[in-house]
């Protein structure tokens, strides 16, 4: 062989030899065959929907892995894999609409997935209804003839509204309309929204799944009457997430539960403790028993996870810099799940409920010891004071 076949030829034989706990990370766009017989087949196979890999975005054993993971813990039937939350929010929207369709989405929903619906889908034809998100059974009075989606996230983002999911889905499916979850707070591991009459739940395994902060992953998991219209919308648009960020998250999966349960656990002490505090008006927070949603949370949710919003009575910009400047345990910064404490500003966009009178601050309970957080917040309530 000469040099530049070596090059291409060198160290291939031995990618798939040793048995290891974990599935070695398949970076490829081409899949070799071994005959035309053997391209054909697997095109076949591929057609009739069978799990075989035929290109790089297409069933590769590492990202199928995760997605048949997820589908599982979800409850639901398949899923796919979107290089971020925010793109699986999209992804899932686009899979049920068509110009000339209406959605009905909560008004507390995750900001950018609600820019995605008031600024990308009407250029396609594609109109919005922003609800009231504790609406329950009463959003039969806002289905349209139009309506295909009623969209949910519960508990809303960064305010913690509870959405009575059973009761919406009988509404929402009475009108042939899908119904969409984005289940990134509780996970299918608190909470299985298929069972409780979701059909496609948005998983923006960035937080919990993958857990540590440093990967960017979303998924589509699909129940068997929508996983159709998913999978053609998903490949039409060329979605996937890198094999490298799949395993990362697979990983991350592994210690999901424990991480979980040790967020819930510090989180409900730091939100009684919260709760007590004179410069807090309330906490945001469905575990607790003061929420509005505490029942419906009880009814539906087996856990909860680590992030909470707490509203303060109200203060001048300049203390609430002092106390989030300096925390030395809470970073400032945007997403959570991951195994550190966070804390942001609440940002929220409304057309429906009307803003709180105080500051809102959402707190991401990370996996540290909750008596070093309290100390922290403690300190926090003091330069806010002072
Ligand atoms: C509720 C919720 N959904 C979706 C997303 C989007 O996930 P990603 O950051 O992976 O785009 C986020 C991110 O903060 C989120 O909080």
Redesign the pocket.
């Given at each position: 062989m000469k040099k530049d076949t070596q090059l291409s030829q060198l160290g291939r034989e031995a990618a798939n030899s040793v048995r290891t706990v974990n599935l070695p990370i398949h970076r490829a766009s081409t899949v070799l065959f071994e005959s035309v017989a053997e391209q054909r087949d697997i095109q076949r196979r591929w057609d009739a929907d069978e799990q075989v890999p035929t290109y790089g975005i297409i069933n590769m054993p590492g990202v199928l892995a995760l997605e048949n993971a997820v589908a599982e813990m979800e409850g639901g039937y398949r899923a796919l894999t979107f290089p971020?939350?925010?793109?699986?929010?999209a992804g899932a929207l686009l899979s049920c609409v068509k110009a000339g369709d209406h959605v009905l989405m909560p008004d507390s929903?995750?900001f950018?997935?609600r820019r995605f619906a008031e600024q990308f889908l009407p250029r396609y034809g594609v109109t919005t209804t922003f609800y009231e998100p504790t609406i329950g059974a009463g959003i039969a009075a806002l289905m349209q003839p139009n309506t295909t989606v009623v969209y949910t996230?519960s508990p809303g983002?960064h305010t913690f509204e509870m959405q009575d999911i059973p009761a919406i889905a009988k509404v929402a499916h009475a009108h042939g309309a899908k119904v969409i979850i984005?289940n990134?707070?509780a996970t299918g591991y608190f909470f299985n929204a298929f069972e409780h009459g979701v059909d496609l739940v948005?998983q923006?395994?960035?937080?919990y799944y993958s857990g540590h902060s440093d990967v960017?992953?979303?998924l589509v998991i699909a129940n068997e009457a929508t996983w159709p219209q998913l999978k053609s919308t998903t490949y039409d648009l060329g979605q996937r997430a890198s094999p490298d960020d799949c395993y990362l998250t697979l990983r991350g999966m592994r210690t999901m539960g424990v991480r979980l349960r040790r967020h819930q656990e510090s989180a409900l002490v730091i939100a009684k403790w919260m709760e007590k505090r004179p410069e807090v008006k309330r906490v945001l927070y469905p575990a607790l028993e003061s929420h509005p949603g505490h029942a419906l949370w009880k009814r539906d949710y087996t856990g909860a996870a680590g992030l909470f919003t707490v509203e303060l009575h109200p203060v001048s910009d300049k203390q609430l810099a002092a106390m989030m400047d300096h925390y030395q345990h809470f970073a400032l910064g945007?997403?959570?799940?991951g195994f550190e404490s966070l804390v942001v500003t609440a940002h929220i966009a409304r057309t429906v409920n009307a803003l709180p009178s105080g500051p809102l601050v959402r707190y991401n309970i990370g996996l540290e010891d909750p008596d070093d957080l309290i100390r922290d917040l403690e300190a926090g309530f003091a330069r806010l004071a002072a």
């Open positions: 971020s939350g925010l793109a699986a929010v929903c995750y950018p997935g996230e983002s984005d990134a707070w948005i923006p395994a960035t937080k960017l992953i979303g945007y997403s959570w799940g």
